[in-house]
């Protein structure tokens, strides 16, 4: 069975948002628990979600069906979702089902953090 993990942080003081970092390999096994924590997570993050999946090693089309969804929410409260530091499995993966056209997709924590 596949692990997952992750955990929240806010960030920038007196601004509202969280870098959620996201490790292990997310499936169909798996991406309920993500899309729960997620989704709690959108109202703690105010109007800036960052999502860090430097140590993700693996995601299937389920979990850009979550990041998509959680991209919506976000987008709803007038916010931003980015996605950091995929590594070239989980970045092809996104590229193929089209999600880095649906929300930014950078590099690093660092550059998200400067878009947002």
């Given at each position: ?20 970092a ?9 991406v309920?628990?993500?899309r ?6 959108v109202?703690?993050?105010?109007r800036?979600?960052?999502i ?10 389920s ?30 993966v ?23």
């Amino acid at each position: 069975m596949a692990e997952t993990s992750w955990r929240a942080v806010p960030w920038h003081p007196g601004r509202r948002g969280v870098v959620v970092a996201v490790t292990g390999e997310v499936d169909a096994a798996t991406v309920p628990q993500l899309r729960d924590e997620l989704m709690r997570l959108v109202p703690v993050a105010g109007r800036r979600m960052v999502i860090d999946l430097s140590w993700l090693k693996f995601m299937d089309t389920s979990a850009i069906h979550v990041l998509v969804s959680v991209n919506n929410r976000v987008m709803a409260g007038d916010g931003l979702l980015v996605l950091a530091g995929a590594q070239p499995v989980v970045a092809r993966v996104l590229s193929l089902a089209g999600a880095d056209q649906v929300m930014p997709v950078v590099g690093s924590v660092g550059e998200a953090l400067a878009l947002t």
